[in-house]
């Protein structure tokens, strides 16, 4: 006779054989977001900022860039707020301009681009600022700011790995919180408190 014991294994193999596999949901790791605490960026700049206190300020050491222009990292996310600044005579619709132009860049990879108007009278502040939807965006958020007469500031946030804004969802609505504290508590700084030369460093 047989062994039961070997007859009872072979039966739960062969149902085990049969048994429809069903794929698990894609799972995302982890992320744990610091606490939101902030610092005053008040230098020799024709601005002043708050920003968060695990981020560092560098000067743009790119080929491109010019007087004023620094990076906000935040290296515990990967991710680069990049700051430009441009002296307006007379060219501000061309700036503007500009920077549509490049937020439009992303429209082959966003699913929608949201606009936000932003006004401050009393620091004349103007601006728009645009939350770019999409898995495969580059960039999830821009803005530019703007005094309408001799200022401009226009800010880029990128990853520095492959975007997968799905996965990097929670941390991206937490940088945009930060991005938008640092908008409201944006001012402008008169010409004689700062220095109107070639300085790159913050």
């Known amino acids: 006779m047989r062994n039961p014991h070997s007859f009872i294994l072979l039966l739960l193999l062969i149902s085990s054989c049969n048994d429809s596999y069903t794929p698990k949901p894609r799972g995302y790791f982890r992320i744990d977001l610091p606490v939101s605490e902030y610092r005053l ?22 080929k491109i860039a010019e007087p004023y222009w620094i990076n906000i990292r935040f290296p515990k996310f990967k991710a680069t707020l ?5 002296p307006v005579n007379g060219n501000l619709a061309g700036y503007i301009n500009d920077a549509y132009t490049l937020v439009n860049k992303h429209i082959p990879k966003a699913n929608a681009i949201i606009q936000r108007e932003y006004i401050d009278k009393e620091k004349r502040v103007y601006g728009l600022e645009y939350d770019i939807q999409g898995a495969d965006a580059a960039s999830p ?12 500031v226009r800010g880029a946030l990128y990853f520095d790995i492959v975007p997968n804004n799905d996965s990097l969802a929670p941390v991206i609505a937490f940088l945009k919180a930060d991005i938008q504290r640092l908008i409201s508590s944006f001012y402008w700084k008169q010409p004689g408190n700062y220095q109107n030369h070639q300085t790159k460093q913050p």
């Not at 024709?46 to 790119?62: C, H, K, M, Q, R």
């Not at 958020?141 to 401009?152: A, V």
């Open 41 to 62: 960026f008040d230098t020799t700049f024709p601005y002043s900022f708050e920003y968060p206190t695990y981020a560092g300020i560098f000067p743009d050491l790119s």
């Open 141 to 152: 958020y821009q803005f530019y700011l703007t005094d309408s007469s001799s200022k401009f």
């Open 82 to 86: 990049h700051i430009s600044y441009k």
